[in-house]
């Protein structure tokens, strides 16, 4: 499926940290020195990340002239993005729950808004949201450190982050999104809070999953919820080049061993594994066809 782009070389407003609080309404940013923080008014740092935002809207309006079919737009999800941002005087805005409930909810707003500015400049896509949660874990556990880094952050309760997550899926929804996915990052003790928000699918890194973790998956995938597999980063070789065959294996044979049914397989969706540091437009591009080669290969034995 075709996606927005994310360009981070272009500098710190380019980030998806600061493209997704770029959408918060009536919440400003600024970039701190520590990073990205909560603002007491809209300023020069803000409208950067707006500026890229309409150019990148203007673009994809130029490149899918005519298209009709699905779109991804992915975003930081509500509480990996109160956890990665710093309240205008003090610590994490996750250290302050009320907080919290106060960018879930302008995320939502925003996010909103973000998805009728993608219908007018496509009018025949059809949006399917990915909603990016790579701490959730960390945030669930209790595991993140605080600002002076000599203690962690009090956990969040799973009712609370389902609670949080639940606010910015219905938006996506009432905007116009057909399915509103929750990527929990590469840990599956996200997966209760995640099915108790209402999502319609959620994805993982499924690479580093142990029979246990492939069990969790199993009874997700049972409960109604689609799968998205990250797959692992391609190996490479300096005789071979990049090598891809053993990647759709990291899906398909945990799939079976679980006893999930091998057609089910088709219904699943892959996604390509994070770029390398200083990865560049050939290598994105490389990726990708990559990862079209590893679809078809399931997509085979899904049929087997």
Not at 11 to 25: E, F, H, I, K, N
Request: aromatic share 4%; charged share 20%.
């Amino acid at each position: 499926m075709p996606f927005e782009t994310v360009l981070p070389a272009r500098g710190p407003a380019a980030t998806t940290l600061a493209r997704t609080a770029g959408l918060l309404v009536d919440l400003p940013v600024e970039l701190g020195v520590h990073g990205w923080k909560l603002a007491d008014r809209p300023g020069r740092d803000l409208s950067r990340v707006r500026a890229l935002r309409r150019e990148d809207l203007d673009a994809l309006a130029v490149a899918a002239h005519g298209y009709e079919g699905p779109l991804v737009v992915g975003v930081l999800g509500p509480l990996s993005l109160a956890a990665e941002l710093y309240l205008a005087r003090g610590d994490r805005v996750l250290a302050d729950q009320g907080a919290v409930r106060d960018v879930a909810d302008s995320l939502a707003v925003g996010l909103g808004d973000h998805l009728a500015a993608l219908a007018r400049a496509v009018p025949g896509a059809s949006a399917r949201v990915l909603v990016h949660e790579p701490l959730l874990a960390a945030v669930l556990a209790g595991a993140l450190p605080t600002f002076s880094g000599h203690a962690t952050l009090r956990s969040v309760p799973g009712p609370v982050t389902a609670e949080r997550l639940r606010a910015v899926l219905e938006a996506a929804r009432e905007a116009g999104a057909t399915q509103a996915v929750v990527h929990v990052g590469a840990s599956w003790t996200g997966l209760a809070a995640v099915r108790a928000a209402g999502a319609d699918a959620v994805a993982l890194e499924v690479g580093g999953f142990d029979e246990r973790g492939w069990e969790r998956i199993a009874e997700t995938v049972e409960s109604g919820l689609g799968l998205w597999a990250q797959l692992p980063s391609p190996a490479r070789s300096s005789c071979a080049g990049v090598t891809w065959w053993g990647r759709p294996t990291s899906s398909s044979v945990p799939w079976r061993r679980v006893g999930l049914p091998a057609a089910g397989l088709d219904a699943a969706v892959l996604l390509a594994g994070d770029p390398q540091p200083g990865a560049g437009p050939d290598d994105a591009r490389s990726a990708l066809a990559g990862l079209v080669r590893a679809a078809e290969l399931v997509a085979e034995r899904a049929q087997a």
